[in-house]
């Protein structure tokens, strides 16, 4: 495996929009090199070239994250190719929003798929190399859903809570290895995931929410940018929510 590169290598899952393509820009200013991974290769490639545009280093690689042997040849692909794999973004998620009684089993299967299953296997390959490295930052995105639950997604909310015991244990297992692991929980953020909920829900998210307004990607962005820093080396574990203050207590 040759060095090609000392730009340390952030991979961001979910890049081809919203919350992971504002995180993909925001980690490119940083000065990574971030390999964008969706499942639409023209829309990463979209996000390519804004990241290019403004003077920043992407490349591309197409994985879906519900394919498990994907996930895993995907995390040994970066690391093959740029020698090297520091920063892992888990930030694909899904919704098949129900209510519990009517909840089939493929919903509450796909979503733990993507959500959760895709994370522990990415994790577990990027280990070696981050190690290698002796520098790894994993940072895995949440939801308030984690935190607080919410109706209608108790498929979500588990898959999103389970990434909290998930990321501590890892932190754990880590820390002695200059490796970090935290979580950023977001509230309601503006993107596709949310603009199709219909407005009654999305007025009841805001008049929950002491800001009034959903967040933009490029705010959750802030949070994960800064776990992926270099000064963030004695901060493992934890959970940032980035909500508006909905979960303030
Ligand atoms: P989004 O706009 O729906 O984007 C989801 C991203 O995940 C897309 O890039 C999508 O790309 C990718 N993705 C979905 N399924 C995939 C699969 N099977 N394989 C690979 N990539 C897949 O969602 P978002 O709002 O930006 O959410 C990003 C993360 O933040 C998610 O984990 C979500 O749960 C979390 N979150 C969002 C909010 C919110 O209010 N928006 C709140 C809390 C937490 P392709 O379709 O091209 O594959």
């Known amino acids: 495996m040759a060095d090609k590169t ?4 952030a991979v961001v ?7 992971g393509a504002a995180i993909a820009e925001a980690l490119a200013a940083q000065g990574r090199h971030v390999v964008l991974v969706a499942r639409n290769a023209d829309k990463l490639n979209e996000v390519k070239a804004a990241i290019e545009a403004a003077g920043g280093e992407a490349s591309v690689m197409t994985c879906d ?5 994907a996930v895993v040849k ?22 098949r929003d129900n209510l519990l009684l009517r909840m089939s089993e493929a919903e509450f299967d796909d979503v733990i ?19 290698r490295g002796k520098w790894g930052r994993v940072i895995n995105i949440s939801s308030v859903s984690g935190l607080v ?12 809570s389970a990434l909290l015991g998930f990321t501590k244990s890892l932190g754990k297992e880590m820390a002695a ?15 596709d995931m949310t603009d199709v909920l219909p407005d009654v829900v999305k007025d009841g998210a805001k008049a929950a929410t002491p800001v009034k307004r959903f967040g933009k990607p490029e705010e959750i962005a802030g949070a994960v940018a800064y776990f992926a820093s270099e000064n963030a080396s004695y901060t493992t574990g934890q959970v940032i929510a980035v909500d508006g203050g909905m979960t303030m207590c």
Request: hydrophobic share 40%; aromatic share 4%; charged share 20%.
């Open 6 to 9: 000392e730009k340390r290598v």
């Open 13 to 19: 899952t979910g890049a081809s929009r919203g919350i």
């Open 65 to 69: 994250m519900s394919d498990g042997e």
């Open 74 to 95: 995907l995390i040994e692909d970066v690391a093959d190719q740029h020698g090297r794999l520091d920063i892992l973004v888990n930030n694909a998620g899904i919704t």
């Open 113 to 131: 798929a993507v959500n959760l299953r895709s994370v522990f296997l990415a994790c577990k390959t990027a280990l070696r190399p981050m190690m």
């Open 149 to 160: 639950g919410n109706a209608g997604q108790s498929n979500y909310a588990a898959s999103k």
């Open 177 to 191: 290895k200059n490796i970090t692991a935290n979580v950023v929980a977001p509230g309601f953020i503006e993107t």
